[in-house]
C-alpha cells in the first residue's frame, strides 16, 4: 500500500512539474502576442485570473474566455508558427506577416487577405510556400 501511495505521489510530482514547465513555455511567449489576445493570456497566466473573473471584466462569458485561452494556448506551443519564428532569415516580412496571422492568430483566408491587401488565392499561394519551405528547413524527424 505505500509503495503504491508513493508511486501515485511520484506520478503526480512528474504531472506538475510538466504543467510548470508548460507555464514556463507559455509565459516566454507571451511577446508574440499583441493587443486584446496578449492581455487575455497576461491575465490568465501571470495574474491567475480565473475565467470567471476575465469573463466579467470583458464582458463575455466563461466559455468564451475559455475557449480563447485553449486556442491561444495551442498556438503558443504548436510548431508551425515557431518553425516560421525559426526560419525568419528565409521568409520576407510579408510572409512572416501571413505566417503570424494564419498559424497564431488564427485568422481566416479571406481575414488574412483583407488585413494584407491580397486575394485569397494569395494568401493560399503564400501559405502553401511558408509550410513547404518550413518542411525543407525543418525535415521532420525519423520515427
Do not use: W
Amino acid at each position: 500500500m505505500s509503495q503504491m501511495n508513493g508511486e501515485i505521489a511520484e506520478r503526480v510530482l512528474e504531472v506538475k512539474d510538466s504543467q510548470r514547465g508548460r507555464m514556463d513555455v507559455l509565459r516566454g511567449r507571451l511577446g508574440l502576442l499583441s493587443g486584446k489576445d496578449k492581455v487575455l493570456m497576461t491575465m490568465y497566466l501571470e495574474h491567475g485570473n480565473s475565467f470567471r473573473q476575465i469573463a466579467r471584466i470583458r464582458g463575455v462569458s466563461e466559455t468564451s474566455v475559455a475557449r480563447r485561452v485553449h486556442q491561444l494556448t495551442e498556438r503558443l506551443t504548436d510548431g508551425e508558427f515557431l518553425m516560421c519564428v525559426r526560419t525568419r532569415d528565409k521568409l520576407s516580412r510579408r510572409r512572416m506577416a501571413i505566417a503570424r496571422d494564419a498559424f497564431l492568430l488564427g485568422l481566416s483566408l479571406k481575414q488574412i487577405a483583407g488585413k494584407r491587401r491580397m486575394s485569397v488565392y494569395a494568401v493560399r499561394k503564400e501559405l502553401t510556400r511558408i509550410r513547404k519551405l518550413i518542411k525543407q528547413t525543418n525535415p521532420a524527424p525519423d520515427r
